[in-house]
């Protein structure tokens, strides 16, 4: 979206909203129905399924995948798809591979694995990707350190939906107890902790 259609769907009522991303989404569709490959994406990578003629052997098919272009084709034919990739792959560990003589898979490792692909190739229609929902990871798919901090995030959370102190706010109580039970002489009941 442009910066002004943004603007004018900020504007939009909950309905508008609701017909225009249902018509958008209805196009997208439609667009990329009409590419001459299916095409799914992770972070970190991209699958495309390119049909070919039943019986294609993998002799038959001219398939180059550079750092930031794509072309696959049948020998002696037009490719059916080719240009340049939207972002840059890893090209060494990217693939092809012939699916059951009917269909090219490839496979892209994305160079920079923290971005959604609004396509394959720079000239084909654009999907929003703002509109991903990316599958959910469960926790025990974390590194230890990123596990930590999403369990006290969502702990935290959880505190103070229910107005209890967050995993912080229970350090300085219990270092402010064990100051007090060390000092019992001062007097901290006007005391302010922040």
């Known amino acids: 979206m442009t910066d002004t259609a943004e603007n004018d769907y900020d504007k939009l009522s909950n309905e508008e909203r609701e017909a225009r991303d249902k018509a958008d989404k209805a196009r997208e569709v439609a667009e990329q129905a009409a590419l001459p490959y299916s095409w799914t994406?992770?972070?970190?990578?991209?699958?495309?399924?390119?049909?070919?003629p039943k019986?294609?052997?993998?002799?038959?098919?001219?398939?180059s995948i550079q750092k930031k272009g794509l072309s696959i084709s049948l020998k002696g034919h037009e490719p059916i798809m080719a240009g340049d990739l939207c972002k840059e792959i890893k090209v060494d560990d990217s693939t092809w591979t012939l699916r059951d003589n009917q269909a090219v898979h490839v496979h892209l490792e994305k160079l920079n694995n923290q971005t959604w692909w609004e396509n394959v190739l720079t000239h084909h229609p654009k999907i929003d990707t703002r509109k991903i929902e990316p599958p959910n990871s469960k926790l025990s798919d974390l590194d230890r350190e990123t596990r930590g901090m999403v369990e006290k995030m969502m702990f935290d959370n959880q505190q103070r939906q229910m107005g209890k102190p967050t995993s912080d706010e229970l350090k300085k109580l219990e270092a402010l107890q064990k100051f007090q039970a060390a000092h019992p002489e001062l007097d901290f009941s006007k005391a302010k902790i922040s």
Request: charged residues 30%; proline residues 5%.
């Open 41 to 52: 994406q992770e972070l970190g990578e991209v699958d495309i399924i390119v049909p070919v």
């Open 55 to 63: 019986g294609t052997r993998a002799r038959d098919l001219t398939v």
